[in-house]
Every structure is written in structure tokens, then in C-alpha cells.
């Protein structure tokens, strides 16, 4: 019962982490896009709003290069409860950050909530390892794929009661802020949860002999391009993760503006995104598996992910957008998931936890910069940031074409190379 709780705990860290970055974009984006008059953002103009939003949402990512692998180094030495309580404290003041933001219309609790993110980043990962602690060798994998679950909900509720909360037109007590409160609420509650229950390290854990290295996210970032094979499913990813980043955090404002989308029928409209989340990790990429390699599934997820981006712009506010956003979250994550096992694939098994690091950097790198981008091209066309994913993935594809197959990727010396900084 004991291990059962500290599970459902660890999961709830993992969801809570996925609501917040999935609700900031749906409920931000139509107060930036349509401020009330004296409130967040209002004195200034639509397109240095638009620069303001991708850079706030960039510094984030940007932050979390260094800080995400700091963190988890850390939480080898001592402990995971330590780390668990600053990431998730951090956690629910930069939701209490952005509520204050918005109810205030103080730029300064915006630009605060974006910093602690970045500093407090990796309680996804953390809240991962405490689970692999916890559980037996043979079920590690089940509790990894529960935490993936556990993501994926958050992708799909955050967006929706993020939604709901902020819009006084469906409900009528609600607030942009609100959500933000909620949020914040629960980090708060889940600090204290795992202050009361955790169990702390145990004093004879062995302590890695390594030092710490503070630039691990950005040695690790540099380091995936040393390597041929690496090198080549990092271009590939990372291209993916610039137009992804463009089209999910865009998305919302393209909305607000093009079509007048209120802030519960985003939320919902990225809620089906989520859906297509769970379908894909929970049933899809296990089936298709079984039949295709990692290298044909993640070239036809770049691909469809590409026509789903182009097409949900084109769709209107009809069906069809919400059948093309299910899918579009479908592909992606088959894509994901995919190259995922790319990056496996192309190291030895005494590689792995170094490929991992890796691929999360690519991750941040790529948001960093799309974000701050994007937001540059918003404030010159609000079709701008779409076709800017549409054209990245769509090459992120092409690119994809040049990668090996498997056995030469089996007998190509380069898979001896040391990825090492």
C-alpha cells in the first residue's frame, strides 16, 4: 500500500509538471493576442506583444538546458526528495507567478514565473528516477510507461480545465488567472505530500564518483553532433522539436486571432491533442512496432505530421479541425517515440542514460529557439509561425531520408565513436 501511494505521488508530479506547460499556451495566448484595457501586456503593441510571448515562453527551455541535468545529477547525490520538493515548490510559484501576472497586469510576475520554470525544470525526470527506485528490476519498464501515461493526461487535462477556468463566457466566475491558482494549488499540496511521506535516501546508496558539472545539458547538446549517427538523428529531432515547439505554442494565438477562439474552445481543441497523446503512446507505437522499423515510423509521423500542421491552419473552426488537432498529436508522438529509439538504437546498453541526456537537451535547445523565433514571425503575420512548422518539419523529413537503415547502422565504425565532451 505504502509503495502504491509513493507511486501515485510520483505520477501526480509527472501530471502536474505536463499540465503547466500545456495550459500556459491556451490560456496566455488570448490575453496577449486581446488584453482588457489596463490589464497584461495592454500598452503595447499586437506585434511587440507577439515578441514578448515567444520570448517569455523561450526563456524556459533556454534555462533548462543546464538546469534539468544539474537537477538530476544532484538528485543522485542526495537524494530524490530534496530535489522533488525545490523542482515542485518552483513549480507552484511560477504558476502563482503567472496568476499574478494576469490579475495584475504586471509584466515583471511573467518574466519571474518564466525563470523559476527554467531554474526548477526536471521534476518530469526526477519523479521518473524515484519511480525506477521504488520498484522492482523486472517492472521498471511498466512503471516508465505509467509515467508516460501519467504525461499525457496532463497534455490532455491541463489544456482542458485550463481552459474552462479562464473563460467567463462559459462559466462565469471564471478568470484567465484561475487556472494559474489551481495549478499553483496543487504544487503546493503535492510539496507537502512529499514532504510528509517520501522517505528520504538511505544512507548507504552508493553516491556517483563523478563530479557534478554544471554544463552537462550543454556539453551534452554540443556532443550530439560529434557523433555520424547521433549527429544524424539530433539534426533530425531537432528540426522535429523546432516546428513542433512553433505549432503548439502558436497554435493558440493563430486561433485567437484568425478565428476568434475563446479560451474554452482552445482548451478543448488542444484537450484532443492530448487524446491523441495517450492513443499513440498507450496503443499506437506498440502495434506499429510490430510491423515497421523505428526509422519507416518516424519518417511517416514527420511526414503526416507536416500535412496535419498545414491542414489544421486551413481547417476553419469546423470538424474538421478537431479531428485534424487528434491526429496531428497522433503522428507526432508515433514520431516522437520513434526517434526515441533512434537515439537507443545508434549507442551500446552502456550508453544509454548518456543518449538520454542528449536527446533532452536537443529537446530544450530547440524549444529555446523556436520559441523566440516564432514570436518574431507572429508579430509580422499570425499565418507566419504555422507555415514556419509546416516547412520545418516537412524538412526535418527530408532529412530523415539520409538516415541509415538498421544494418548499416549495425556496421558502421562510427558507432565506436565516443560521444564523450
Same mark, same amino acid.
Given at each position: 500500500?505504502?509503495?502504491?501511494?509513493?507511486?501515485?505521488?510520483?505520477?501526480?508530479?509527472? *501530471?502536474?509538471?505536463? *499540465?503547466?506547460?500545456?495550459?500556459?499556451?491556451?490560456?496566455?495566448?488570448?490575453?496577449?493576442?486581446?488584453?482588457?484595457?489596463?490589464? #497584461?501586456?495592454?500598452?503595447?503593441?499586437?506585434?511587440?506583444?507577439? $515578441? =514578448?510571448?515567444?520570448?517569455?515562453?523561450?526563456?524556459?527551455?533556454?534555462?533548462?538546458?543546464? %538546469?534539468? &541535468?544539474?537537477?538530476?545529477?544532484?538528485?543522485?547525490?542526495?537524494?530524490?526528495?530534496?530535489?522533488?520538493?525545490? !523542482?515542485?515548490?518552483?513549480?507552484?510559484?511560477?504558476?502563482?507567478?503567472?496568476?499574478?501576472? +494576469?490579475?495584475?497586469?504586471?509584466?515583471?510576475?511573467? +518574466?519571474? %514565473?518564466?525563470?523559476?520554470?527554467?531554474?526548477?525544470?526536471?521534476?518530469?525526470?526526477?519523479?521518473?528516477?524515484?519511480?525506477?527506485?521504488?520498484?522492482?528490476?523486472?517492472?521498471?519498464? @511498466?512503471?516508465?510507461? $505509467?509515467?508516460?501515461?501519467?504525461?499525457?493526461?496532463?497534455?490532455?487535462?491541463?489544456?482542458?480545465?485550463?481552459?474552462?477556468?479562464?473563460? /467567463?463566457?462559459?462559466?462565469?466566475?471564471?478568470?484567465?488567472?484561475?487556472?494559474?491558482?489551481?495549478?499553483?494549488?496543487?504544487? =503546493?499540496?503535492?510539496?507537502?505530500? #512529499?514532504?510528509?511521506?517520501?522517505?528520504?535516501?538511505?544512507?548507504?546508496? &552508493?553516491?556517483?564518483?563523478?563530479?557534478?558539472?554544471?554544463? /552537462?545539458? $550543454?556539453?551534452?547538446?554540443?556532443?550530439?553532433?560529434?557523433?555520424?549517427?547521433?549527429?544524424?538523428?539530433?539534426?533530425?529531432?531537432?528540426?522535429?522539436?523546432?516546428?513542433?515547439?512553433?505549432? @503548439?505554442?502558436?497554435?493558440?494565438?493563430?486561433?485567437?486571432?484568425?478565428?476568434?477562439?475563446?479560451?474554452?474552445?482552445?482548451?478543448?481543441?488542444?484537450?484532443?491533442?492530448?487524446?491523441?497523446?495517450?492513443?499513440?503512446?498507450?496503443?499506437?507505437?506498440?502495434?506499429?512496432?510490430?510491423?515497421?522499423?523505428?526509422? !519507416?515510423?518516424?519518417?511517416?509521423?514527420? $511526414?503526416? !505530421?507536416?500535412?496535419?500542421?498545414?491542414?489544421?491552419?486551413?481547417?476553419?473552426?469546423?470538424?474538421?479541425?478537431?479531428?485534424? +488537432?487528434?491526429?496531428?498529436?497522433?503522428?507526432? /508522438?508515433?514520431?516522437?517515440?520513434?526517434?526515441?529509439?533512434?537515439?537507443?538504437?545508434?549507442?551500446?546498453?552502456?550508453?544509454?542514460?548518456?543518449?538520454?541526456?542528449?536527446?533532452?537537451?536537443?529537446?530544450?535547445?530547440?524549444?529555446?529557439?523556436? %520559441?523566440?523565433?516564432?514570436?518574431?514571425?507572429?508579430? +509580422? %503575420? &499570425?499565418?507566419?509561425?504555422?507555415?514556419?512548422? !509546416?516547412?520545418? *518539419?516537412?524538412?526535418?523529413?527530408?532529412?530523415?531520408?539520409?538516415?541509415?537503415?538498421?544494418?548499416?547502422?549495425?556496421?558502421?565504425?562510427?558507432?565506436?565513436?565516443?560521444?564523450?565532451?
Amino acid at each position: 500500500m505504502k509503495r502504491t501511494f509513493q507511486v501515485a505521488l510520483q505520477l501526480l508530479v509527472v *501530471m502536474l509538471g505536463a *499540465m503547466t506547460v500545456a495550459t500556459i499556451a491556451p490560456v496566455l495566448a488570448p490575453v496577449v493576442a486581446h488584453p482588457p484595457q489596463h490589464g #497584461l501586456l495592454s500598452d503595447f503593441s499586437p506585434s511587440a506583444r507577439s $515578441l =514578448l510571448y515567444g520570448l517569455l515562453l523561450g526563456i524556459q527551455p533556454l534555462l533548462a538546458i543546464c %538546469s534539468a &541535468p544539474l537537477l538530476g545529477q544532484l538528485s543522485d547525490r542526495i537524494g530524490r526528495k530534496v530535489i522533488l520538493l525545490y !523542482t515542485m515548490s518552483g513549480l507552484a510559484l511560477a504558476n502563482l507567478g503567472m496568476a499574478l501576472a +494576469i490579475s495584475t497586469g504586471w509584466v515583471v510576475f511573467l +518574466i519571474a %514565473s518564466g525563470v523559476i520554470r527554467g531554474l526548477t525544470a526536471g521534476n518530469h525526470a526526477v519523479a521518473q528516477a524515484a519511480l525506477v527506485d521504488s520498484c522492482p528490476p523486472e517492472r521498471k519498464a @511498466f512503471y516508465l510507461s $505509467l509515467s508516460l501515461v501519467a504525461s499525457s493526461v496532463g497534455f490532455l487535462a491541463g489544456p482542458l480545465l485550463g481552459g474552462w477556468l479562464a473563460d /467567463s463566457t462559459a462559466i462565469s466566475w471564471s478568470r484567465p488567472s484561475l487556472p494559474f491558482y489551481v495549478l499553483g494549488a496543487g504544487g =503546493l499540496l503535492t510539496v507537502v505530500l #512529499l514532504a510528509l511521506t517520501m522517505p528520504g535516501a538511505p544512507r548507504d546508496r &552508493p553516491k556517483p564518483v563523478e563530479p557534478v558539472d554544471p554544463l /552537462s545539458g $550543454l556539453r551534452a547538446l554540443a556532443s550530439s553532433f560529434r557523433d555520424r549517427n547521433i549527429g544524424r538523428v539530433s539534426l533530425v529531432f531537432g528540426l522535429m522539436q523546432v516546428a513542433w515547439a512553433a505549432y @503548439f505554442l502558436f497554435l493558440p494565438m493563430f486561433l485567437a486571432t484568425t478565428e476568434g477562439f475563446s479560451h474554452s474552445r482552445i482548451g478543448t481543441l488542444m484537450a484532443g491533442m492530448g487524446v491523441g497523446f495517450l492513443v499513440s503512446y498507450g496503443v499506437g507505437l506498440p502495434v506499429l512496432a510490430q510491423f515497421w522499423s523505428s526509422r !519507416t515510423i518516424a519518417r511517416a509521423g514527420l $511526414l503526416l !505530421t507536416a500535412a496535419g500542421i498545414a491542414g489544421s491552419a486551413l481547417a476553419g473552426n469546423g470538424v474538421l479541425q478537431w479531428l485534424l +488537432i487528434v491526429l496531428t498529436g497522433f503522428v507526432v /508522438s508515433i514520431a516522437y517515440g520513434a526517434i526515441l529509439t533512434l537515439y537507443s538504437d545508434a549507442v551500446d546498453a552502456t550508453r544509454q542514460g548518456q543518449i538520454l541526456g542528449i536527446s533532452i537537451a536537443v529537446v530544450s535547445g530547440a524549444w529555446a529557439v523556436s %520559441s523566440m523565433v516564432t514570436g518574431y514571425f507572429q508579430s +509580422i %503575420s &499570425p499565418w507566419a509561425p504555422i507555415w514556419f512548422a !509546416t516547412a520545418f *518539419m516537412t524538412l526535418s523529413f527530408v532529412v530523415s531520408l539520409a538516415l541509415p537503415p538498421p544494418k548499416e547502422e549495425a556496421g558502421d565504425p562510427a558507432r565506436s565513436e565516443s560521444i564523450a565532451a
